[in-house]
């Protein structure tokens, strides 16, 4: 590791890597060293509320939501939403990998701003009810 102190930098434009990075060269060592780091990008989006909802319990559960019976949960809940999709919807619904709960003939659900409350949704479970544990509004 190499003190940065009396470094030159500068920002150059990387095609190879997609993106622009900041340059530190230091001169006054023999040995020269470049060290990249990557500015990121920010990009907004119109969520109101992100819920997480455990993909392999819902492949488990086989459907059980909505009108018929036959719906994912994730897709129930963002039927909920605004009707926009990815970052401009008013509801984020993001399936993620196992959650390590794992309940029988049920889905794990999770509230973004509630990171310490899971709600394990039983298969066939109202989705008004299903939204109010979640804190969704209306």
Do not use: Y
């Not at 907004?44 to 819902?58: E, G, H, M, P, T």
């Not at 309940?103 to 949704?121: D, F, H, Q, S, T």
Request: net charge positive; proline share 4%; aromatic share 4%.
């Amino acid at each position: 590791m190499s003190s940065w102190s009396g470094a030159a930098e500068k920002i150059v434009h990387r095609p190879d890597l997609g993106c622009a990075v900041r340059e530190r060269k230091i001169a006054p060592s023999l040995e020269r060293e470049t060290a990249h780091i990557f500015l990121m990008k920010t990009v907004s989006a119109q969520w109101d509320v992100a819920i997480l909802v455990c993909r392999k319990c819902s492949k488990k559960a086989g459907g059980g939501f909505g009108e018929k019976g036959r719906t994912p949960l994730a897709k129930a809940l963002r039927a909920r939403g605004n009707g926009k999709k990815g970052r401009k919807a008013s509801l984020a619904v993001v399936e993620t990998g196992c959650l390590k709960v794992c309940p029988k003939n049920a889905v794990v659900a999770i509230n973004g701003a509630r990171p310490k409350e899971w709600l394990i949704v039983p298969k066939g479970a109202v989705l008004d009810e299903v939204a109010e544990g979640l804190g969704l509004e209306g």
